[in-house]
């Protein structure tokens, strides 16, 4: 009987625990889409960091708003800002990687369906951008040559 009752005893803790971590992951998440819509973008990803770290993976929920915040944050294509360093375009990677595992992973679930569809969105609005770093490279070192003479 004492065996059962410590066994009870720490299910009980470790499902409250649990469920705590839950409910904090949710409540960061809600906050990173807060911030995202009034758009303090990398508070955003800064609440998305913690809730995965709270969950210990990426999920759906982080995934979806980390690839608009990440959007967002991206400078157009033909913007001078995105040609500054290849920081630039390893944030592109990132994205256009992130996009992928979630279409993937999420992207024939019905629950998400209008995720998914944002995601493709965002996807297809990379398509413009450059492919290779050599490409971003050549680019960025034109940028560069345009602004040194002026």
Known sequence: MKQFLTFLTVFI???TVSMGQSISAKTRIAEAE????????SNALT?????EKIVGKVNSSI???RILTQRAL???VKDPAFYTNMKKFEELEILREN????L???GKLVALRKEASKVYQVQQSLKGYPVA??????NMHLQNAIKSNH
């Open 13 to 15: 803790c470790l499902t």
């Open 34 to 41: 807060k911030s995202y819509h009034s758009g303090q973008y």
């Open 47 to 51: 609440k998305l960091d913690q809730a």
């Open 63 to 65: 995934l979806y708003w």
């Open 74 to 76: 991206l400078p157009g």
């Open 99 to 102: 996009c992928s595992i979630y």
């Open 104 to 106: 993937k992973n999420y």
């Open 133 to 138: 770093k050599m490409e971003f490279d050549e």
